[in-house]
């Protein structure tokens, strides 16, 4: 399994959570669940963090079953639609940047 992970570094401007968590979840989600060959779309917004640690207030996650279907992903119109939408939604809501990071779980057999 390999997962994207797409960490939105930086902060919400001001005033604006609910309508940032609105747009993300109504316009966002169902964009990232039409990435062909994903088989989960996690969405988490950050409640909490340790003092001096980077704020993340959204942190995406994407799960395929492997490199192939990840690549394939993201060369797909689905990702084209949903980067003009997050480009939009980051210029109205958020202040930082986005930074991508993959992880691919070890199976063990036994």
């Known amino acids: 399994m390999i997962t ?9 401007k001001s005033g604006k959570t609910p309508e ?6 109504e316009r966002l ?11 989960d779309v996690r969405v988490m917004f950050g409640e909490e963090r340790d003092e001096g640690a980077p704020e993340f207030p959204l942190i995406l996650a994407i799960t395929y079953p492997d490199k192939e279907a990840m690549a394939g992903a993201l060369q797909s119109d689905a990702r084209n639609k ?14 930082g940047r986005i930074h991508h990071h993959v992880t691919e779980a070890n199976e063990y057999t036994g």
């Not at 994207?4 to 919400?12: C, D, M, P, Q, T």
């Not at 980067?83 to 109205?92: L, N, P, S």
């Open 4 to 12: 994207r992970f797409a960490l939105f570094e930086g902060s919400v």
């Open 20 to 25: 940032f968590r609105a747009a993300v979840t």
């Open 29 to 39: 989600v169902p964009l990232w669940r039409q990435f062909p060959g994903n088989s």
């Open 82 to 95: 949903s980067r003009d939408v997050t480009g939009e939604i980051v210029a109205e809501f958020f202040d």
